[in-house]
Structures are given as structure tokens and as C-alpha cells.
């Protein structure tokens, strides 16, 4: 079955940078668009970025510049590269894939900015 696993979240200062990634299984990585959503305490679950089986991407305005999106097909893996990170960054940041009408989704990891 398709599994979705984020790790690389903690606690990090303003300005700072955190490495995401999501290990998948159970499905041809190779061939589906990835999403990083996020979803901040009290509010409602947002896309962060896409990045499409032929590699190119698309981001939220407030993280184009600072976020970048990017897989290895052969790790079955997608990463988030968070640099310059706030505050109204801390969220739970989640990956997804999206397979004819059914979604799936990780277990989330926890990212705080904080001083």
C-alpha cells in the first residue's frame, strides 16, 4: 500500500534552514506529482509546493525564493529545502500524492521558528 514518511523537522531560529524529506512506497514514484502542504495551529491546511514527474515546480508565493522543492526518482523520495525561515513558517508540513481520486498523505513533521 502507499506509505508517505516525513522526517527532518525540529526546531530551528529565524533565519535559519531546515531539510525536509518524504520516503514513499508502494507506488511508481517516478511517474506522480509530489506536494509539501502545511498546516499551522488553528488554520487550515496549505500548499507549500509541487513539483511534477518531469521535475518542474511551483510554490506559494510567500515561500517562492526561500523554499525549493526538488525529488530523486531513485530513492523514492521528495525534499523540501526551507532557508530563511520566520516565524509564520511553524507548522506541521505534510506530503502528499495524489493517485486518480484518492489522496494520500504522511504523518506529518513538526517545524518550529523560534527564538
Known amino acids: 500500500q502507499v506509505q508517505l514518511v516525513e522526517s527532518g523537522g525540529g526546531l530551528v531560529l529565524p533565519g535559519g534552514s531546515l531539510r525536509l524529506s518524504c520516503a514513499t512506497s508502494?507506488?511508481?514514484?517516478?511517474?506522480?506529482?509530489m506536494r509539501w502542504y502545511r498546516q499551522a495551529p488553528g488554520k487550515e491546511r496549505e500548499l507549500v509546493a509541487t513539483?511534477?514527474?518531469?521535475?518542474?515546480?511551483n510554490y506559494a508565493d510567500s515561500m517562492k525564493g526561500r523554499f525549493t522543492i526538488s525529488r530523486d526518482n531513485a530513492k523514492n523520495t521528495v525534499y523540501l529545502q526551507m532557508n530563511s525561515l520566520r516565524a509564520e513558517d511553524t507548522a506541521v508540513y505534510y506530503c502528499?500524492?495524489?493517485?486518480?481520486?484518492?489522496?494520500?498523505w504522511g504523518q506529518g513533521t513538526q517545524v518550529t521558528v523560534s527564538s
Open positions: 502528499n500524492v495524489r493517485q486518480s481520486s484518492q489522496e494520500y
Open positions: 508502494g507506488f511508481t514514484f517516478s511517474s506522480y506529482p
Open positions: 513539483i511534477r514527474s518531469g521535475g518542474s515546480t
